[in-house]
Structure formats: structure tokens, C-alpha cells
């Protein structure tokens, strides 16, 4: 079955320093992976996502993504974090089918001005 | 473009009573779905739709019926309304099908229900 476990709940961060909300995954067969933004009283926004090729993948408003296969991780980062990026963000796996997706628990980040 | 729309924003409901949370979208999309957002628990799947006519169960469909009669259209019914119903709900959409597949689901803005 594909999981995905986000282990923090809570990340605090001061503007400008960098960010990273982990992630890490379990799943049979090849990892589709992908990390959303949830603000106030809105939907889910897609930020990225890794379906094969280059582990470093580029998303929107400047964050990115590592592929780690050995260690099983797709952690969010952002060389210098913005007030604006506080927010919920979750990771998400797909099932080999694409049919179904399975999120992780969310993650509260914080940045301190 | 309006995406994927939601309505009603707001509900609140007494036990046993019976309710259908309407989800449209206007981009053509062949998946649909519908997840439950609750505090610690993240988004869970309750059913999805590859297309009209076919839906499938997620990880919690129990107390929820939905149907797929048009592509744009894929409304969610609560038949007995239960407490533990409260929850905010989101319906997304994908494109989906070879050679179209970019696993990028698009959100409405929520429904958030109370149960009494």
C-alpha cells in the first residue's frame, strides 16, 4: 500500500533563512510524489511533483524537492523563506494506477519576521 | 476560468437528515474525487470517478454515495447524516488517460459541514 508520513507538525523558520518540510514515503512499484500548499479557508494548491528523471525538481514561488530513493524521502525546500509562505503543506503519493492519491497529515509552517 | 467549484460553502445538518454537496468542474477533466479533511488525519479519499459513468470507493466511503452522470459533474450524498460526518470536504480534479496523466489535482475552495 502507498503512504506517504510527514513527521512534523510544526515547523517555525525566520524570513530569509532557508526551509524544509519533510517527507517520507512507502510504496510498491515507482513513486509518483508530489507536495501541495493548503492557505486559510482554501484548497489545495499543487506546488510540484516528481514522476521520473532528475531527483532536484523546481516548483512554484522558488521551492523545490529532493528525490532521495535510499532514503525514501521527497522533502520540500526553499533557500530563503518569505512571511507569505506560511501555510499547511502536504505530500502526497499516487497509487501505480493513478487512481488514488494518499496524503500525508500536513505539516504548519511558520515564518517569523 | 472557474476550475472546480463547490457549493454549498457552508452546511449544517441534524442527525439522520440528508444532504448532496454539489462539485462541477470546467476543464474537462476525466478524474474526479472527493476527500474529507480533518484535524490530524490530513485529506482522505472517500470515492473517485476516471470518468462518467465509473466510480470507485476510497479510503472511507462508508456513509457517502456519489455518482458520475457527465464529466463536469460529481456530486456527493450523505444519505443519514452522523456527527462524525463533521468535516471540511474538497473535490478535485485530473487530467487522466494516456499520454494525459500529470497527477495534479485541482481543488475547490471546501464545504465545510457540521453535524448536530
Known amino acids: 500500500a502507498q503512504s506517504v508520513a510527514q513527521p512534523e507538525d510544526q515547523v517555525n523558520v525566520a524570513e530569509g533563512n532557508p526551509l524544509t518540510v519533510k517527507c517520507t514515503y512507502s510504496v510498491s512499484g515507482n513513486p509518483y510524489l508530489f507536495w501541495y500548499v493548503q492557505y486559510p479557508n482554501r484548497g489545495l494548491q499543487f506546488l510540484l511533483k516528481?514522476?521520473?528523471?532528475?531527483?532536484l525538481v523546481k516548483g512554484s514561488y522558488g521551492f523545490e524537492a529532493e528525490f532521495n530513493k535510499s532514503q525514501t524521502s521527497f522533502h520540500l525546500k526553499k533557500p530563503s523563506a518569505l512571511v507569505s509562505d506560511s501555510a499547511l503543506y502536504f505530500c502526497?503519493?499516487?497509487?501505480?494506477?493513478?487512481?488514488?492519491?494518499?496524503f500525508g497529515t500536513g505539516t504548519s509552517l511558520t515564518v517569523i519576521p | 476560468n472557474a476550475g472546480v467549484t463547490q457549493t454549498p460553502k457552508f452546511q449544517v445538518l441534524k442527525t439522520g437528515q440528508s444532504m448532496t454537496l454539489q462539485c462541477a468542474q470546467d476543464m474537462n477533466h476525466e478524474y474526479m474525487s472527493w476527500y474529507r479533511q480533518d484535524p490530524g488525519m490530513g485529506l482522505r479519499l472517500i470515492h473517485y470517478?476516471?470518468?462518467?459513468?465509473?466510480?470507485d470507493q476510497g479510503e472511507v466511503p462508508n456513509g457517502y454515495n456519489v455518482s458520475r452522470s457527465t464529466t463536469e459533474d460529481f456530486p456527493l450524498r450523505l444519505l443519514s447524516a452522523a456527527p462524525s460526518q463533521t468535516s471540511v470536504y474538497f473535490c478535485?480534479?485530473?487530467?487522466f488517460g494516456q499520454g494525459l496523466y500529470t497527477g495534479e489535482l485541482f481543488f475547490g475552495e471546501g464545504s465545510r459541514l457540521t453535524v448536530l
Open positions: 516528481y514522476i521520473t528523471g532528475d531527483n
Open positions: 478535485a480534479s485530473s487530467y
Open positions: 502526497a503519493v499516487s497509487s501505480n494506477t493513478g487512481n488514488q492519491f494518499y
Open positions: 470517478s476516471v470518468g462518467a459513468g465509473i466510480t
